[in-house]
């Protein structure tokens, strides 16, 4: 399984980018897939999670403005980031849950991740 993301950038606060995750060797409308960001000194942290049945959860900090889907016709993965802040800013990894489990896919704790991308970064600056 590999998961490549591309999409990151400098945005200045206020506007957009779009994340994008291609995936080989996975299916995604099998399993559960998610982003997580990690900012300088700061634990890796769940932005938002889909389940093979499509529904989505989101952490509060971005509820409302980020928006998680996926394309399984071409094994993607995106992530689609308004109203972006300077909190915003992290690396932003793409990540894929494995056969084996204990949380529910809405709730994917980093123990649950069995792939992860190598991260695109995201800076949000004026």
């Known amino acids: 399984v590999q998961l490549v993301e591309s999409g990151g950038g400098l945005v200045q606060p206020g506007g957009s980018l779009r994340l994008s995750c291609a995936a080989s060797g996975y299916t995604p409308s099998v399993y559960c897939m998610a982003w997580f960001r990690q900012a300088p000194g700061k634990e890796r942290e769940r932005v938002a999670a889909i389940s093979h049945s499509g529904t989505t959860s989101y952490a509060d900090s971005v509820q409302g403005r980020f928006t998680i889907s996926t394309d399984n016709a071409k094994n993607s993965l995106y992530l689609q980031m308004n109203s972006l802040k300077p909190g915003d800013t992290a690396m932003y990894f793409c990540?894929?849950?494995?056969?084996?489990?204990?949380?529910?896919?809405?709730?994917?704790?980093?123990?649950?991740?069995?792939?992860w991308g190598q991260g695109t970064q995201v800076t949000v600056s004026s």
């Open positions: 990540a894929a849950r494995g056969s084996s489990w204990r949380y529910p896919c809405l709730q994917v704790p980093r123990s649950d991740i069995a792939y």
